[in-house]
């Protein structure tokens, strides 16, 4: 199947500080990538649409300048947790959707391994 | 709007007995399903998927779903439990708009020796 690579897996940063997780597809385009967010123990909520050369489209209650996402070219996009206070710490993960040999209806997601972000 | 219910939030299985995780779906429109095992600090790995072909859905690992529209249902069983199948369990509709996953809220299992 398709590969979808995040990275960091972990990282501790001081807060108020800034951090950049990056999602990249390895081996397919994708024009659009979707990042969650999961507090400990909880399921995956949907935090924004990341759009290949367009604004990301943010959930309800996601703010927007707190969480920087940018999708400059097709096998990339970045979420970027701006001035970090310890309740951002969680689970970020990303995925990219793919429909094989254009078939729409058999669209699939594929995630990446997750970030978890610790903010001290 | 598309949604789903899981709808036990815990599961405790004894090794070797059969599985069962429930999971129900709203859906406007003929719906795709998906369940993901996620390991501890671990990302997603998909089981198995429904997307309007058979009923009876084979995965990985043994497991296997049936999508009941009846019932709107869409439970993933596995006849015998292995120590390693100790995990959360998600399931998952698709917003065939938009491509969203929309995730249920998890059900652990617990395998015991």
């Known amino acids: 199947g398709a590969v979808v690579s995040q990275h960091p897996s972990r990282v501790i940063c001081k807060s108020g500080t800034s951090v950049k997780i990056e999602c990249r597809s390895l081996d397919f385009q994708a024009t659009t990538m979707f990042w969650y967010r999961q507090f400990p123990k909880q399921s995956l909520m949907l935090m924004a649409t990341s759009n290949e050369g367009s604004k990301a489209t943010y959930e309800q209650g996601v703010e927007k300048d707190k969480f920087l996402i940018n999708h400059a070219s097709l096998t990339l996009s970045t979420l970027t947790v701006t001035s970090a206070h310890p309740e951002d710490s969680s689970f970020y993960i990303c995925?990219?959707?793919?429909?094989?040999?254009?078939?729409?209806?058999?669209?699939?997601?594929?995630f990446g391994q997750g970030t978890r972000l610790t903010v001290v | 709007a598309q949604s789903v219910t899981q709808l036990d939030s815990h599961v405790s299985v004894s090794e070797g007995t059969p599985v069962l995780l429930r999971c129900n779906y709203s859906?406007?429109?003929?719906?795709?399903l998906f369940w993901y095992v996620q390991h501890p600090n671990k990302g997603l790995q998909l089981l198995l998927k429904y997307t309007s072909a058979a009923t009876l859905v084979k995965g990985i690992n043994g497991f296997e779903a049936e999508f009941k529209k009846s019932e709107t249902s869409f439970h993933l069983t596995k006849p015998s439990a292995h120590m390693s199948d100790a995990a959360e369990y998600f399931c998952?509709?698709?917003?065939?708009?938009?491509?969203?996953?929309?995730f249920g809220t998890g059900t652990r299992l617990k395998v015991l020796a």
């Open positions: 998952v509709v698709s917003d065939p708009g938009t491509y969203k996953y929309i």
């Open positions: 859906s406007s429109y003929s719906p795709s």
């Open positions: 995925s990219a959707t793919i429909s094989p040999l254009g078939d729409v209806s058999n669209t699939e997601a594929f």
